[in-house]
Structures are given as structure tokens and as C-alpha cells.
């Protein structure tokens, strides 16, 4: 049996779980983010609750509370792979929601009263403004976000989806051989974690320029 083609499946699973996961969680990250730097106590409350909750609790403990809880809970049974993206995408959007706010606090506040004095309303001014500005230092954080995201994808072998490292544990035990799956195991991960990282490099060195 070639371990290759039985890996490159589950890469193809984990990529798709990334891919989707986080880019729900930029939305929803997006809204917390916003949220957090809210005047409205009560919109503030709401999102720094999510969080701190999801922030301080182990993706794990997420993912085995998505998959088994929730049926308990909704009287719904998810699909493996569609509780891994929601995983993903509730973990990931904590951790946007901060990326949002420190980039949007980081921006100064001669800009938001610029916004005011050309006669733009506060939300126009985030807008048009702000946003585009808070955008723009976002993308190195961002692309951590994914490579830490596609990392933790590894954790939903646990419930049996067959992503990258559950493809090779499976190709072990019916090879009793360990050392060829795990080891490209690591290399597909390192194909995918070197050039993103290579990449967010140039994108803060042109963005720093």
C-alpha cells in the first residue's frame, strides 16, 4: 500500500476544514472584534463573555463539546467534518475578535477625529477610515491565525475525521509500519506551514515599507 495518495485524502480534509473554519471565523471574528471596542456595555459584555470563554478553554475540550454536547443540547446530530469546521471557526474567531481589536485600537485617534471633521458619522468613519487602516496590519496576525488553525486540525482524529494525521494513524495500524506515515505526516504539514510562513514574512516587509 502507498501511504501517499491514502495521506494526500486526508490533506485534501484538513486544507477544506482550515479553509472554511477560518474564514467563518474571520466573520465572526470581524463582528467580535467590532463589539469589543463597542461604547455599548451591553454588546461589549456579550463578546469579551465569548471570549474569554473560548480562549480559555482547550480546543479539545470545544471539539468534544461540539460533537457530543450539541446533539444533547439542540437534539442535532452533526456530521463529523461540519463540527470540525464549527470548531474551528468558533475557536479561530476568539482569537480574530482580539487580532480586530488590537488592530482597530492600534490605529490613532487623530484618524477617527479627522473622520468627524470632514462630517462623516462614526460608523462611516470606521468605515471608511479606520477599517481599511486596521485591515491592513491585520494580515500578518491573520496568517498565523491559519497556520495555528490548520495545526489544530490534527485534534479531530480524536472523533474519527479523517484529516491529515487520522489518515496516517490509519495507515499505521494496518501497515503495523510508523516511521513512513508519520514522517509525511510532518512533511505535508511543513509543505503547507514553511511557505505560508515565507509568505506572511514578504507581506510585513512591504506592508513595514
Do not use: H
Request: aromatic share 12%; net charge positive.
Amino acid at each position: 500500500m502507498n501511504v501517499l495518495p491514502y495521506l494526500l485524502k486526508g490533506l485534501q480534509l484538513t486544507l477544506l476544514i482550515t479553509l472554511v473554519g477560518v474564514a467563518i471565523g474571520f466573520v465572526i471574528g470581524a463582528f467580535i472584534g467590532l463589539a469589543r471596542v463597542s461604547k455599548n456595555k451591553f454588546i461589549y459584555g456579550l463578546a469579551t463573555v465569548y471570549v474569554e470563554v473560548i480562549r480559555g478553554t482547550p480546543i479539545l475540550v470545544q471539539i468534544l463539546f461540539i460533537y457530543f454536547g450539541f446533539p444533547d443540547l439542540l437534539g442535532i446530530t452533526l456530521d463529523k467534518v461540519t463540527a470540525s469546521i464549527i470548531a474551528i471557526a468558533l475557536n479561530a474567531g476568539a482569537y480574530i475578535a482580539e487580532i480586530v481589536r488590537g488592530s482597530v485600537e492600534s490605529i490613532e485617534k487623530g484618524q477617527r477625529e479627522a473622520g468627524r471633521s470632514l462630517g462623516l458619522s462614526s460608523s462611516q468613519t470606521m468605515r471608511y477610515i479606520i477599517w481599511p487602516q486596521a485591515l491592513r496590519r491585520m494580515i500578518p496576525p491573520l496568517g498565523n491565525q491559519f497556520i495555528i488553525s490548520l495545526k489544530d486540525t490534527s485534534l479531530f482524529s480524536v472523533i474519527a475525521v479523517g484529516e491529515l494525521l487520522y489518515q496516517g494513524r490509519q495507515y499505521a495500524s494496518a501497515t503495523f509500519t510508523y516511521f513512513e506515515p508519520y514522517l509525511m505526516v510532518c512533511v505535508l504539514y511543513l509543505m503547507i506551514t514553511i511557505p505560508a510562513s515565507v509568505f506572511l514574512r514578504r507581506v510585513e516587509r512591504r506592508l513595514d515599507r
